[in-house]
């Protein structure tokens, strides 16, 4: 059997076998094509954004949805994580971003996706958001903790940004 998300062979659609890799252990392999097939994943970027003062956070709120998450988006093909920051945060609130610093993954399991966590630090408090924000709010940074989604992924990477020590 083979993981989950990669059953067939996406050259040929014959169904995967597990067998053994030297060097890699039990990996999807296709009979028929004579190939081992790794398993593939979504790209995404994941992005707390704040002011030029670091003292606020911006959380939006999307599809219908009435909760506050981070800015996030897909990579698009021939793209590199932090060109995808910075056009999401253009394309979704209109701001452009000064400064970036890449926090950390994890692997999001609903949607197949490894998700990259950014700060970003934006040239103003002025979005102009897209259709895709429902609505977006700044807020302190002890309000941006209690505002964000309890229990999502969003709040992992805030919180984790957050209460990472001070480092020099």
């Given at each position: 059997m083979a993981q989950p998300g990669l059953k067939y062979c996406p050259e040929c659609g014959t169904k995967l076998i597990m067998k053994a890799l030297e060097g890699e252990g039990i990996v999807p392999y296709c009979e028929?094509?004579?190939d081992y097939r790794f398993p593939f994943f979504n790209t995404a970027v994941s992005m707390i954004v704040m002011n030029?003062?670091?003292d606020k956070i911006l959380l939006i709120k999307q599809y219908?949805?009435?909760h506050y998450i981070l800015v996030a988006g897909y990579i698009n093909k021939g793209e590199n994580a932090e060109t995808a920051v910075c056009r999401e945060v253009m394309e979704?609130?209109?701001?452009k971003v000064e400064s970036l610093?890449?926090?950390r993954t994890e692997y999001y399991a609903p949607s197949n996706t490894l998700m990259e966590n950014f700060t970003v630090i934006v040239d103003s408090e002025a979005a102009e958001p897209n259709r895709?924000?429902?609505?977006?709010?700044w807020f302190s940074i002890e309000e941006a903790r209690k505002n964000i989604f309890?229990?999502?992924l969003a709040q992992r990477?805030?919180?984790?940004?957050?209460?990472e020590p001070e480092t020099t």
């Open positions: 028929h094509c004579g030029r003062t670091k219908g949805r009435d979704e609130l209109g701001l610093r890449f926090n895709e924000i429902d609505s977006w709010a309890a229990g999502s990477f805030l919180y984790g940004y957050l209460d």
